[in-house]
């Protein structure tokens, strides 16, 4: 299996004898995702919907409960071996409809006060980050976009350039901002400077804090992500404002009794 989208995996490709099928959104890829869309259910945004063509067929494909181009990519690798394994198209698809996202990976959990959040909060880098804002930049929602955002580590001699920049993409992409941990700071730099409103700006030093503060700040028909690095620990934030606190062993990330005493 090679991604068309990816040179080096097409250059590893070139490289083999054994029988390839390639995948991806452009190019002559043998497996191709195309009508690429964010679902929606009750105007509340509940998945990923595209259309797989390969040879003669094209089928509709459903991924629920979770966003994000890397959805696409890693559905149509999961298609290409099933077609490897001799697996008709049509039932990979059909397989495809009983996957669970991920904990803590572009997950939509259901918010308090008819809100919806979506739960990237396994670990974050500046890519994964901008793909995120990217994502909540498509999504349609009747109330406000709001950037719940945590520190980002280990960028040494980048760190403050990346918070910084993240920061222009937010408000290009958000109403309001949240913010956790010191490095975050930059982040507010970055979102201040891009003409993002000072009033819909609010800092804190951890994420319970930030959970807390949106308990009363969220609304009907908002739309949070919630994204930071693993040592900001932004599944306590998210346990405060999701629907359901007492899934949270069932739905969010570090629900190990090791990581709940940390």
């Known amino acids: 299996m090679a991604n068309v989208d990816d040179i080096d995996a097409m250059e590893m490709a070139r490289g083999v004898k054994n029988k390839v099928i390639t995948y991806g959104l452009t190019g002559e890829a043998d497996l191709k995702a195309t009508n690429i869309g964010i679902n929606?259910?009750?105007?509340?945004?509940?998945?990923?919907?595209?259309?797989?063509?390969?040879?003669?067929?094209?089928?509709?494909?459903?991924?629920?409960?979770s966003l994000g181009m890397q959805n696409i990519s890693s559905s149509l690798c999961a298609i290409a071996v099933g077609i490897s394994q001799n697996i008709n198209i049509v039932k990979a698809g059909e397989g495809l409809l009983k996957h669970e996202a991920?904990?803590?990976r572009m997950r939509i959990v259901k918010g308090i006060k008819g809100s919806i959040i979506l739960d990237d909060t396994y670990n974050a880098s500046p890519v994964a980050l901008e793909s995120a804002l990217n994502t909540i930049k498509e999504v349609e929602t009747k109330g406000r976009k709001i950037a719940l955002l945590g520190d980002m580590m280990e960028l040494g001699i980048h760190s403050a350039e990346e918070h910084y920049e993240a920061g222009k993409k937010v408000?290009?992409?958000?109403?309001?901002?949240?913010t956790v941990g010191v490095r975050s700071r930059k982040i507010v730099e970055?979102?201040?400077?891009?003409?993002?409103?000072?009033?819909?700006?609010f800092q804190f030093d951890n994420s319970?804090?930030?959970?807390?503060?949106?308990?009363?700040?969220?609304?009907?028909g908002d739309f949070i992500l919630a994204k930071g690095s693993q040592s900001t620990r932004m599944e306590r934030a998210v346990?405060?404002?999701?629907?359901?606190?007492?899934?949270?062993?069932?739905?969010l990330v570090r629900q190990e009794e090791e990581w709940k005493k940390r």
């Open 40 to 65: 929606y259910e009750n105007n509340f945004a509940n998945g990923m919907s595209f259309k797989v063509e390969y040879k003669e067929n094209v089928v509709p494909i459903f991924i629920k409960d």
């Open 102 to 104: 991920p904990k803590g």
């Open 171 to 178: 408000a290009d992409s958000c109403d309001v901002l949240f």
């Open 239 to 251: 346990e405060e404002i999701m629907a359901e606190p007492e899934k949270a062993s069932e739905m």
């Open 208 to 220: 319970i804090d930030a959970g807390k503060a949106l308990q009363e700040f969220i609304t009907e």
């Open 190 to 201: 970055g979102a201040l400077d891009s003409k993002m409103n000072e009033l819909n700006i």
